[in-house]
């Protein structure tokens, strides 16, 4: 059964601070991405990768940073989380195409205070 | 602007009726995505489209490519509470493996 997992379900940060999001997942997939699901936005991609240590910005990667260091697990790094950074962040992979199937995590989602 | 527009934003119907989603949008896509999503769930792909006309059926759900590749509909016959989710469409625009999703139709069916 194929598995995307992230580190936490909800999270409560202040204002300031640095967060860690990780994402990991055993398809041995070359794609991994990072989405935040906003209402009446739908998903917007943040950054994706699509090797190790290779990575692309999406639509909206200011604020954001990421690191792939080993082919499962790709983190997501907020260095200085901000109130319009509260929202529920998705990870996915897919396979070699990145039109193929993306396989999502359950989310995180992100409450800054 | 979002490059997928889908409609209604919202929709509640009665178990047993019979509905339809879209998914539009102006740019011509090689392969066009549905995915639900359960509430507290990441979405989960239902199918992908990739020939203009196209038209796949998966039980009670029924989903079409438009002939020019620039909408896409999902029908579901005798709708059920299990149904209840928010549908998203996803689309590569001009095959770059460039995926961009719509923000989505939520679907109540009440028992």
């Known amino acids: 059964d194929v598995k995307v997992t992230q580190s936490s379900r909800y999270l409560v940060k202040r204002t300031g601070e640095k967060v860690f999001l990780e994402c990991v997942q055993d398809?041995?997939?070359?794609?991994m991405f990072w989405y935040r699901q906003d209402p009446g936005l739908g998903l917007r991609l943040i950054y994706f990768?699509?090797?190790?240590?290779?990575?692309e910005k999406g639509d909206i990667p200011e604020g954001y940073s990421v690191s792939r260091e080993k082919k499962e697990r790709f983190s997501l790094i907020l260095e200085s989380a901000s109130t319009n950074q509260t929202s529920m962040y998705l990870c996915?992979?897919?396979?070699?195409?990145?039109?193929?199937?993306?396989?999502f995590g359950p989310g995180t989602r992100l409450t800054v205070t | 602007t979002q490059l997928l527009e889908q409609s209604p934003q919202f929709l509640s119907i009665q178990e047993g009726e019979n509905l339809t989603v879209y998914c539009n949008s102006s740019?011509?896509?090689?392969?066009l995505q549905w995915y639900r999503q359960e509430p507290g769930e990441g979405p989960v792909l239902l199918v992908t489209?990739?020939?203009?006309?196209e038209v796949k059926k998966l039980k009670r759900l029924t989903f079409q490519f438009g002939d020019a590749r620039k909408d896409s509909s999902l029908h579901i016959t005798a709708a059920q509470p299990g149904d209840t989710g928010l549908y998203l469409c996803?689309?590569?625009?001009?095959?770059?493996?460039?995926?961009?999703f719509g923000a989505g139709t939520r679907l109540t069916v009440k028992p």
């Open positions: 398809m041995d997939h070359e794609n």
């Open positions: 996915a992979s897919s396979g070699l195409d990145r039109a193929d199937e993306q396989y």
């Open positions: 489209v990739v020939t203009g006309g």
């Open positions: 996803a689309g590569d625009v001009n095959n770059n493996n460039d995926m961009r």
């Open positions: 740019s011509v896509f090689s392969s």
């Open positions: 990768s699509y090797d190790v240590k290779m990575k």
